[in-house]
């Protein structure tokens, strides 16, 4: 009987008949010893979905694959299988490798772990949770007019299309019309807030792929829009400004110089960034044909917005499920061809030309009048009212100790934001506070699809799919 | 695309960065030099007083009751029938902010019924220890000339200690258009009743005097002298004020 390398007793052989149990080195890392029990790595850490690490392939058979596919939303039969791509390779021979949760190009804390060979990505599995904050637990303890200070920050770089999804699902489920100017302001700040969106994807992704300049820069014309918003609202972030029934405050006084002053300034920075990126060779080898995403598997995946746009779906919520008064203004819904991230790259660039097109319409279009439903169960009455009527200073006392009691129902109203359908979903028990609150966050829907693109792909070009995909962290895990 | 395209789009995009460095800057160099801060801007609170220099606050525990953060610890009391401290019955007795856990979205400033409650510019504040963090009364009721009180830790510019009416008494913040422009602010110590801003009153009340209403413009008419269209920089621009005007002398 000889000595197994495995053994760690030192002493002699092991009884026959007893299981070997692999050397400390090997329950560390999980290996298995041939012959031995299923180890499992004492540096794991379990979750109830089980091990979050990649499992080795060894144990990651077919049933296990689809099961995990269950976890990655995987298109339905294609569990990974590293057959499926066309190298040899041995599995001792391949490398896990995380990537973040704290690397600059996963764009906030995403980990993403990859299985390697050489270069090339066998597979990956993006690992989320790591700015979970219960948000949406948060927003069953707050009651419906404090709600928006919450949502606001679940997608930070888009955060009045969190705002209008929720008031627009509490107004649905209140049945109150909001009046023409407050629909009106609402579009102007949220194709804004796409465009500052938009150039901070193309600063981070201009910076991932190596045009270090552009980082500056995107992050330059975004703080043109990111100081009218502080202007409007008071913050250049998390704004609380569109709620239930309105908008908080009217446009400041200046408001139509500025928004022609963007209008005018933004087009020819992109015209200036067209040198700058879409011309330049390197980009383009870059970009063009990495990742690609057929339109089936991004609509099996959910995916929505740029992403499912450049793989040729023409969906835009704002066209095809219109809300606010998009209907009445003139835009186009840019899609691709491809689906690679090139095609991404190219939605989301004209994608600010089209927002700007809809803020010069609507300086032009800006209705008057109240920006505000004048109920006084859903806001409060005016200030002045307050000093001149009892009846006022009741309302205001009893809005602002117990909010208002929004009827029974449930309500779902998705709205095209810079990254996909966002839509939120509240359940009301008649209460003034929601009794559920679900966010559909398009970074979440859209993450799925990393690793089917990153399958098969080099390395270095994982970091431009998480690019492309542009997820905010805080909008996969709320 | 053949090669000799790409090599001029190759010189094209050195050209956009190339020329920058002879291009006015967009950034200024902070802290010596600060960006004005818009009117409606979230700072630092203080509890006002009337002009009479009583304190407005009521004890009515609104700001506390409709904080999301909750982070305002009310207590009112009795006002002394000798020495009132507001006009009301009560007077804010105990009032304490949790700087830790404001998140400065202003619905305290919305719900207060007195305007007792508002917030001023200053953002630029460290604390070193929790009980710093926790303001109190003392701490936030503005002094005898109706300014905040500056305390070591905060960084205080010219111009902070202005507008602390916050953005409400600029437009309207129950939504009704026809009262717009109407200050609807009762007078401050100091300050007296503060103008509104014009809103939908008046359409053509585009320059309005706070420094920051160019700043959008200053910003957007330099991205526009970056590519070398001087010509077109939006109105405003050449005579918008560097830093903000110190209006007044508040230091004590
Ligand atoms: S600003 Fe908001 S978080 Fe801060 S004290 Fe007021 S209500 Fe609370
Ligand atoms: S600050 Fe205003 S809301 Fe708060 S207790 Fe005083 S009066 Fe009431």
Not at chain 1, 107 to 131: A, C, F, N, Q, W
Not at chain 2, 27 to 56: A, I, S, W
Request: proline residues 7%; negative net charge.
């Amino acid at each position: 009987m000889s000595t197994t390398d495995t053994s760690n007793t030192g002493t002699g052989d092991p009884a026959p008949d007893e299981p070997k149990r692999g050397s400390l080195a090997d329950r560390l890392l999980g290996r298995t010893v041939p012959g031995g029990p299923q180890l499992t790595s004492m540096l794991q850490h379990k979750t109830s979905e089980g091990a979050q690490e990649l499992l080795a392939r060894a144990r990651t058979q077919a049933a296990e694959l689809r099961r995990e596919g269950g976890v990655l939303r995987l298109p339905e039969g294609a569990a990974l299988d590293p057959e499926d791509i066309d190298i040899d390779v041995p599995s001792d021979e391949t490398m896990i490798l995380n990537i973040g949760p704290s690397h600059p190009s996963t764009h906030g804390v995403l980990r993403l772990m990859v299985e390697l060979d050489g270069e090339t990505i066998l597979r990956s599995k993006p690992v989320i949770g790591y700015l979970h904050t219960g948000m949406e637990k948060t927003a069953e303890e707050l009651m419906y007019h404090q709600g928006s200070t919450n949502v606001t920050r679940m997608d930070y770089l888009s955060p009045f299309f969190n705002e209008l999804a929720f008031s627009l699902s509490v107004e649905k489920l209140l049945g109150v019309e909001v009046p023409p100017r407050a629909t009106w302001i609402r579009m102007l700040m949220c194709e804004l807030n796409r465009v500052s969106s938009h150039f901070l994807w193309m600063a981070t992704n201009g910076s991932d792929i190596g045009a270090i300049n552009m980082l500056v820069y995107g992050w330059r014309e975004r703080e043109i829009l990111l100081a009218f918003f502080e202007k409007v609202t008071g913050l250049r972030m998390n704004h609380n400004y569109i709620r239930p029934g309105g908008v908080a405050a009217d446009l400041p006084d200046g408001w139509r110089d500025d928004v022609a002053a963007i209008c005018e300034a933004i087009p020819k920075r992109m015209d200036e960034y067209d040198n700058l990126l879409t011309g330049q060779p390197i980009l383009q080898q870059r970009l063009q044909g990495v990742g690609a995403l057929d339109a089936q598997t991004a609509l099996d995946l959910g995916c929505t917005g740029p992403l499912l746009r450049g793989s040729g779906v023409a969906w835009d919520a704002r066209r095809d499920t219109p809300y606010l008064a998009y209907d009445e203004v003139d835009f186009d819904v840019i899609v691709g061809s491809e689906g690679d991230c090139w095609d991404r790259f190219a939605v989301r660039i004209n994608e600010i030309r089209e927002s700007i097109r809809i803020c010069q319409q609507i300086l032009d279009r800006m209705p008057e009048g109240d920006f505000r439903v004048q109920d006084k169960k859903v806001t409060p009455p005016p200030r002045s009212r307050i000093d001149e009527s009892m009846e006022a200073l009741i309302h205001h006392f009893k809005l602002y100790t117990e909010g208002f009691k929004v009827p029974v129902g449930e309500a779902y109203v998705p709205v095209e934001s810079a990254r996909g359908e966002l839509g939120c979903y509240i359940v009301s028990d008649g209460t003034s506070r929601p009794y559920r609150c679900h966010v559909r966050a398009p970074s979440f829907a859209n993450l799925q699809s990393f690793s089917t693109m990153a399958r098969g792909g080099f390395i270095a070009d994982a970091i431009v799919l998480v690019s492309t995909i542009d997820p905010v962290l805080g909008d996969v895990d709320r | 695309m053949s090669g000799v395209d790409g090599f001029f789009n190759f010189f094209k995009g050195f050209f956009v960065t190339g020329k920058l460095p002879f291009k006015p800057k967009v950034t200024v160099q902070y802290p010596e030099v600060k960006r004005p801060k818009p009117e409606r801007f979230h700072g630092r609170h203080v509890l006002n007083r009337y002009e009479d220099g009583m304190e407005k606050c009521i004890g009515c525990e609104l700001c506390a009751g409709v904080c999301p953060a909750r982070c305002i610890y009310v207590r009112g009391a009795d006002n002394p029938p000798d020495a009132p401290v507001s006009p009301g019955e009560r007077y804010g007795f105990v009032y304490e902010i949790n700087f830790l856990r404001c998140i400065h979205c202003d619905m305290c400033v919305e719900a207060c019924p007195t305007e007792a409650i508002t917030e001023s510019k200053m953002f630029e504040w460290s604390f070193v220890s929790r009980q710093d963090a926790i303001y109190t009364k003392a701490e936030l009721v503005v002094d005898d000339e109706g300014n905040p009180r500056q305390l070591p830790w905060e960084d205080w510019k010219p111009g902070d200690e202005r507008n602390t009416s916050a953005w409400m008494r600029a437009t309207s913040p129950a939504g009704v258009a026809a009262k717009e422009g109407q200050p609807l602010w009762s007078g401050e110590l100091g300050y007296g009743v503060r103008p509104a801003q014009a809103g939908q009153s008046d359409p053509a009340a585009a320059d309005h005097a706070a420094p920051f209403d160019k700043a959008v413009r200053e910003l957007a008419g330099n991205a526009l002298r970056g590519i070398g269209v001087e010509g077109s920089a939006p109105r405003g621009i050449e005579n918008a004020p560097q830093k903000p005007k110190h209006q007044k002398g508040n230091k004590k």
